[in-house]
Structure formats: structure tokens, C-alpha cells
């Protein structure tokens, strides 16, 4: 082998690795997490109006939401906080609407993705940019949880209490106050956990429009011991 050809297999073999290494790269989980806090509320995120008209694909049964675009141009209006949908915590109740999660989307390629979001039908085309596309699509490819892992059939966590009030006093407590009371404005975080997918997602993804942190990098045992130790707190 010339020195020419060993140089020109030296190169492909590190191009190949290259690419090899790419392709099984870790998905971005600051994209991930945005992509979180626009499949809560994008318009928020982006700093837009609330669409006029209500979304087109939203069901007319669910008489309660379907004259309300700002709840139903939101992702997880239809879709449900855990991704489930109708497979999930809005099988039933004032949010079910029949349309199924996107935890089928989970592991898919972005770009098939953002073609779904840009069709005609979901109209996200003309709302959001390419980036803020990417990165919800990356949350739905890449940010599926096995809620089976943290929370209990009756809603409970499966954490450590003790250890969650140790992040929370560190890091929640500082926007929520010890008791969950702050802000005024919002209210008290104990009284929310009747609703421990919601509460888990802004917890992984941060709050839109808002500089609360988002935990997704760290082990989501973390944010399930916050939940444990947020349940402790007054709901009143």
C-alpha cells in the first residue's frame, strides 16, 4: 500500500468513525427541554398572539375546550402531560378528546416530525421557525418518559421526600418559597399535585415565558424526589 492510499484509509476510516459517532450522539437536551415548554405552550415561548381561530384538528365534542384556541393550540391539550393521550390521564374527563398521544412518535426521525407539525392539518407551518420546529420535534422523538417509573396508579410518587426537599430547598425554593406559596400569582405548589404529569414536565422542561431551570439532564429520580417532597407541602 502506498503512502498515499494508507493516508486516504487513515482518513475514511476517521470520516466513518465520525459519522458513526455522530449518528449515535445524545440528543440535545437543552433542545429537548424547549421543545418540552413549547408542547406546553408555545405561543408563550415564541412571544406570540394566541391564534383566532381554534385548532382544526381539535374535536367539537369536547364542548368545554373547543372554542378555546388558547388551550387548544396547545400541544398537550390534545396529547395529555404524560403523552398518552387517549391511551393516557385524558382518557376520560374534561380534557379527553380521543386523539392519541405521541408516545408512537417516540425514537422517530425529527425531520418526519416536523413534516407531521408543518401539514396542513397540525398548521404549525407558518407559527413556528425551523428551530423552534426542531426542537419540539426533538422533545417528541427524544423526550418521552416511562411515567411508570415515578408515578403511582393513585397518583403518588415514587420518591424520596426527604431527599427531594434537599434539591428543592437549593434550587426551588428560591422562586417558590419553603411552603410552595410563591409567586402570589400562581398557586401553592402543594395543591397541584393532583396532577403529577404536569408538574414532572415543568420540572424536566422549565416553565414557558419563565426563567424557572429545567432539570431534564440531571436522573429524573430528581425531579420525582421534588414531586415526593412537594406533595408534603400545604395546598392551601
Known amino acids: 500500500m502506498t503512502i498515499l492510499n494508507r493516508a486516504f484509509a487513515v482518513l475514511t476510516a476517521v470520516s466513518v468513525g465520525a459519522v458513526a459517532t455522530a449518528a449515535f450522539a445524545e440528543p440535545d437536551q437543552g433542545s429537548i427541554a424547549r421543545g418540552g415548554k413549547l408542547y406546553d405552550k408555545w405561543y408563550k415561548v415564541v412571544k406570540a398572539d394566541v391564534p383566532a381561530e381554534s385548532h382544526p384538528l381539535y374535536p367539537a365534542s369536547n364542548e368545554k375546550y373547543a372554542k378555546d384556541p388558547a388551550s387548544n393550540w396547545r400541544c398537550k391539550e390534545c396529547h395529555g402531560w404524560d403523552g398518552m393521550g387517549v391511551d393516557g390521564a385524558y382518557k376520560s374527563g374534561s380534557h379527553a ?140
Not at 180 to 192: D, H, I, N
Not at 218 to 227: E, K, M, P, Y
Open 97 to 236: 378528546t380521543g386523539i392519541k398521544g405521541i408516545n408512537g412518535m417516540a425514537g422517530a426521525d425529527p425531520a418526519a416530525i416536523v413534516a407531521v407539525l408543518t401539514s396542513a392539518d397540525h398548521g404549525f407551518g407558518d407559527k413556528l421557525s425551523e428551530e423552534n420546529l426542531n426542537d419540539l420535534a426533538n422533545f417528541v422523538a427524544y423526550g418521552s418518559v416511562d411515567w411508570s417509573l415515578y408515578i403511582n396508579e393513585d397518583k403518588s410518587m415514587k420518591g424520596d421526600a426527604a431527599k427531594g426537599a434537599q434539591v428543592y430547598g437549593t434550587i426551588c425554593a428560591n422562586c417558590h418559597g419553603a411552603d410552595g406559596k410563591e409567586p402570589k400569582e400562581m398557586p401553592p405548589l402543594g395543591s397541584l399535585m393532583g396532577n403529577p404529569w404536569e408538574v414532572m414536565q415543568k420540572v424536566l422542561n422549565g416553565q414557558p415565558a419563565e426563567v424557572m431551570p429545567a432539570l431534564r439532564a440531571i436522573d429524573h429520580q430528581v425531579a420525582a424526589d421534588i414531586l415526593a417532597h412537594i406533595a408534603t407541602l400545604p395546598q392551601e
